[in-house]
């Protein structure tokens, strides 16, 4: 499970909150209630957040604080919200502290906060016997956010509907990718995801759903290659507004071989890197001289 328990009290529990990226990602169509219908193929990485969940006492109720990001602390933060969820579903009256160490930046596509709340679920079902069942915290989840569900599913996950429709993708491919290193690179502006979407909307040129599956089904029995799956229906309106997107990934492309995505609404992107590439430094340094040297660059692997 990628939402590992780290540590474990009486009262405590410490866990890690992984990153994803998504593989693929095709948007079928815009929805009545808003939302977009897509199909997605979701990996974990090894980069991600920490999460300190301490019980205390009821009059204290909940409290999230995530230091050197004060702007997190409200009771907007999916964390605050999956534990006032976590309580109230099992009918708990518990005060319960939660300290987010932050290290994925946000509005970057890496499903941050969504993996935040679903650690912030686990690590409450670890505090007590009264545990919320694979089926609640599936339910519970998914309307604390699209992409939440995903990270429940252990190895490569496919999500349907707005996100909450999820399986798991072919055991065998998932141990595959498992170690594939991935390059997660970030320019230093974050996209809002509901903008992207509706970007992506306005130009009414969605995928065909039996082409997405049709792709996603080739990959997953084995008849084509990772390379052959990657693909994001959402760069095309990002990439037409940003243009510094496509010159870099074109240089990846020409100068490395190495092809290029960018992850859920983005704005991270990332790279798959082949086994035994020797020239990981020249692609930094090619990153940092495309996008500037404040650029967010982190070596991590896929993991379960
Ligand atoms: O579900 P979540 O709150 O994470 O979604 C954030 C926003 O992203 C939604 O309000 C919607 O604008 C957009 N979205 C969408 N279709 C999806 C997932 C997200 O349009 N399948």
Same mark, same amino acid.
């Given at each position: 499970?990628?939402?590992?328990?780290?540590?474990?009290?009486?009262?405590?529990?410490?866990?890690?909150?992984?990153?994803?990226?998504?593989?693929?990602?095709?948007?079928?169509?815009?929805?009545? =209630?808003?939302?977009?219908?897509?199909?997605?193929?979701?990996?974990?990485?090894? /980069?991600? =957040?920490?999460?300190?969940?301490?019980?205390?006492?009821?009059?204290?109720?909940?409290?999230?604080?995530?230091?050197?990001?004060?702007?997190?602390?409200?009771?907007?933060?999916?964390?605050?919200?999956?534990?006032?969820? !976590?309580?109230?579903?099992?009918?708990? #009256? !518990?005060?319960?502290?939660?300290?987010?160490?932050?290290?994925?930046? %946000?509005?970057?596509?890496?499903?941050?906060?969504?993996?935040?709340?679903?650690?912030?679920?686990?690590?409450?079902?670890?505090?007590?016997?009264?545990?919320?069942?694979?089926?609640?915290? @599936?339910?519970?989840?998914?309307?604390?956010?699209?992409?939440?569900?995903?990270?429940?599913?252990?190895?490569?996950?496919?999500?349907?509907?707005?996100?909450?429709?999820?399986?798991? %993708?072919?055991?065998?491919?998932?141990?595959?990718?498992?170690?594939?290193?991935?390059?997660?690179?970030?320019?230093?502006?974050?996209?809002?995801?509901? #903008?992207?979407?509706?970007?992506?909307?306005?130009?009414?040129?969605?995928?065909?759903?039996?082409?997405? @599956?049709? @792709?996603? /089904?080739? !990959?997953?029995?084995?008849?084509?290659?990772?390379?052959?799956?990657?693909?994001?229906?959402?760069?095309?309106?990002?990439?037409?507004?940003?243009?510094?997107?496509?010159?870099?990934?074109?240089?990846?492309?020409?100068?490395?071989?190495?092809?290029?995505?960018?992850?859920?609404?983005?704005?991270?992107?990332?790279?798959?890197?082949?086994?035994?590439?020797? @020239?990981?430094?020249?692609?930094? #340094?090619? %990153?940092?001289?495309?996008?500037?040297? /404040?650029? !967010?660059? #982190? =070596?991590?692997?896929? %993991?379960?």
């Amino acid at each position: 499970m990628s939402h590992r328990l780290l540590r474990r009290s009486a009262d405590t529990v410490e866990l890690f909150a992984p990153a994803k990226i998504n593989l693929f990602l095709s948007v079928l169509g815009k929805r009545s =209630d808003g939302y977009h219908d897509l199909i997605t193929v979701m990996a974990k990485v090894s /980069c991600g =957040d920490l999460l300190k969940i301490r019980r205390t006492s009821p009059q204290e109720g909940v409290r999230v604080s995530c230091p050197g990001h004060e702007q997190l602390e409200d009771e907007n933060n999916l964390v605050c919200k999956a534990v006032r969820a !976590w309580l109230q579903t099992t009918q708990t #009256e !518990w005060g319960v502290e939660v300290v987010l160490q932050k290290n994925l930046p %946000i509005q970057a596509g890496l499903g941050g906060g969504s993996s935040n709340a679903v650690s912030a679920l686990l690590g409450m079902n670890e505090l007590t016997e009264k545990k919320l069942s694979d089926e609640s915290l @599936r339910a519970v989840a998914a309307r604390l956010g699209s992409d939440c569900p995903g990270f429940l599913c252990s190895g490569l996950c496919l999500a349907e509907g707005r996100g909450e429709t999820i399986r798991e %993708i072919d055991p065998e491919r998932s141990r595959e990718l498992r170690g594939q290193a991935v390059l997660l690179f970030r320019p230093q502006i974050g996209f809002a995801t509901p #903008e992207v979407y509706q970007g992506f909307s306005d130009r009414g040129e969605f995928s065909d759903a039996k082409w997405a @599956r049709n @792709r996603v /089904c080739r !990959w997953e029995s084995g008849e084509t290659s990772l390379s052959q799956l990657l693909y994001n229906d959402l760069e095309k309106s990002v990439f037409e507004k940003h243009r510094y997107f496509s010159p870099l990934f074109r240089e990846m492309e020409r100068e490395f071989g190495i092809f290029p995505r960018m992850s859920g609404s983005g704005s991270c992107c990332f790279a798959c890197m082949p086994e035994g590439f020797a @020239r990981a430094n020249e692609v930094r #340094e090619l %990153i940092l001289r495309s996008w500037g040297e /404040c650029t !967010w660059i #982190e =070596d991590a692997e896929l %993991i379960d």
